[in-house]
T-cell receptor, first 111, second 111 residues
Framework: EAGVTQFPSHSVIEKGQTVTLRCDPI?????LYWYRRVMGKEIKFLLH????????ESGMPNNRFLAERTGGTYSTLKVQPAELEDSGVYFC?????????FGPGTRLTVT | RKEVEQDPGPFNVPEGATVAFNCTYS??????FFWYRQDCRKEPKLLMS???SGNEDGRFTAQLNRASQYISLLIRDSKLSDSATYLC????????????FGPGTSLSVIP
């Protein structure tokens, strides 16, 4: 069974630019989560999809972040415009029930 | 007070040692509990779920004490490959599932 995949693995952009991260969950997993880990800090929840619906987006830092999951399959997380403090590793996870399986993450660097 | 707290670490132990990690959570509505391990610059990987009756998987034993709102992970006969950061994860069932990661405890097993 293929695991959670994320693209790109690394992204370096300048402040003010736009970046879109993609996550492909494990097939059949209705739950999809986005997390972020800023250097030296713990992993923070961003949002949770159940199929195509946003179940909880209380962790989204501000309206520069937009997540979508059209058709309930893959998800994108867009940051527009990016700021320096957005740098970190963005993890996606999927689950059928409560046990979550993580993707390898996208390391985002905003310069 | 953080919702999920863990031993600050780091733990440096010799091979073959037994090491225990503790995790406390503040919200009594917490329902599901997990231990994840995260290797340096990698994604978190599910180590084990934690059940009320306690559970064991080889050298790893997890226990839950709901009254004290406390979770533990015991590793026996430590191996070099056990070196990683161990994350305590708590899920609360409110109107949606809220997932909270602890800050993690770093373990280094020394030859």
């Amino acid at each position: 069974e293929a695991g959670v995949t994320q693209f790109p693995s690394h992204s370096v952009i300048e402040k003010g630019q736009t970046v879109t991260l993609r996550c492909d969950p494990i097939s059949g997993h209705d739950n999809l989560y986005w997390y972020r880990r800023v250097m030296g800090k713990e992993i923070k929840f961003l949002l949770h999809f159940v199929k195509e619906s946003k179940q909880d987006e209380s962790g989204m830092p501000n309206n520069r972040f937009l997540a979508e999951r059209t058709g309930g399959t893959y998800s994108t997380l867009k940051v527009q415009p990016a700021e320096l403090e957005d740098s970190g590793v963005y993890f996606c996870a999927s689950s059928r029930f409560y046990e979550q399986y993580f993707g390898p993450g996208t390391r985002l660097t905003v310069t | 007070r953080k919702e999920v707290e863990q031993d600050p670490g780091p733990f440096n132990v010799p091979e073959g040692a037994t090491v225990a990690f503790n995790c406390t959570y503040s919200n009594s509505a917490s329902q599901s509990f997990f231990w994840y391990r995260q290797d340096c610059r990698k994604e978190p990987k599910l180590l084990m779920s934690v059940y009320s009756s306690g559970n064991e998987d080889g050298r790893f034993t997890a226990q839950l004490n709901r009254a004290s709102q406390y979770i533990s992970l015991l590793i026996r006969d430590s191996k070099l490959s056990d070196s990683a950061t161990y994350l305590c994860v708590v899920t609360m069932k409110t109107s949606y599932d809220k997932v909270i990661f602890g800050p993690g405890t770093s373990l280094s097993v020394i030859p």
